[in-house]
């Protein structure tokens, strides 16, 4: 049981960092205009240089929901991990970790609509590219989108022995 705790916990803090890095870095997409690559994400976009992400009128709201959706993840990522840790050490034996397992599926939630609104609205969007196709940032998003979703039913099924 102890060596299922420390794996849990061990998925949950890299969790929490993939989802930093998904969040923070604009490798959301990745394309070709030619001449250079360039990427984007959530917040610039980048050549040789950064700047801001431009969208038009239409996707700015859908930009900002999955800016938020996001940032909402993380949050609850780590409120869910401080939680556990908590739990850890002042529930009673044969209690379950409900509080920790229902936090850690909001996150899975956050993340799935953060993401999907991602895909729907960005996805290829930028005008002027050869060839485009999903950075890391966003393989990590849907890959921290499975570990949640795990980490929060285990969480919700474990016992404190």
């Given amino acids: 049981m102890l060596v299922l705790l420390a794996g849990i916990f ?5 969790t929490v960092i993939m989802l930093f890095v998904s ?7 990745v394309g070709s205009d030619g001449f ?11 050549n040789t240089t950064c700047m801001q992400l431009s969208v038009n009128s239409d996707n700015e709201p859908s930009l900002k929901a999955a800016q938020a959706f996001m940032i909402l993840s993380i949050i609850f990522s780590v409120i869910a991990l401080v939680t556990f840790i908590v739990q850890l050490f ?3 034996k044969g209690k ?11 996150c899975w939630l956050c993340i799935l609509i953060g993401v999907s609104i991602y895909t729907a609205r960005f996805t290829g969007s930028l005008p002027g590219l050869i060839s485009s196709h999903h950075g ?3 393989i ?8 949640s979703f795990v980490i929060g039913i285990l969480y919700l099924v474990l016992r404190k022995k």
Avoid at 10 to 14: E, L, M, Q, S, T
Wanted: charged share 5%.
């Fill in 136 to 138: 890391y940032s966003f």
């Fill in 90 to 92: 002042t529930l009673e």
């Fill in 10 to 14: 061990v998925v949950h803090i890299a």
């Fill in 96 to 106: 379950r970790f409900y509080i920790t397992g229902a936090i850690t599926l909001v």
């Fill in 23 to 29: 969040t923070i870095a604009n490798v959301w997409m």
């Fill in 140 to 147: 990590l998003a849907w890959i921290c989108f499975c570990f």
């Fill in 36 to 46: 250079r690559n360039v990427s984007w994400g959530l917040w610039l976009q980048c």
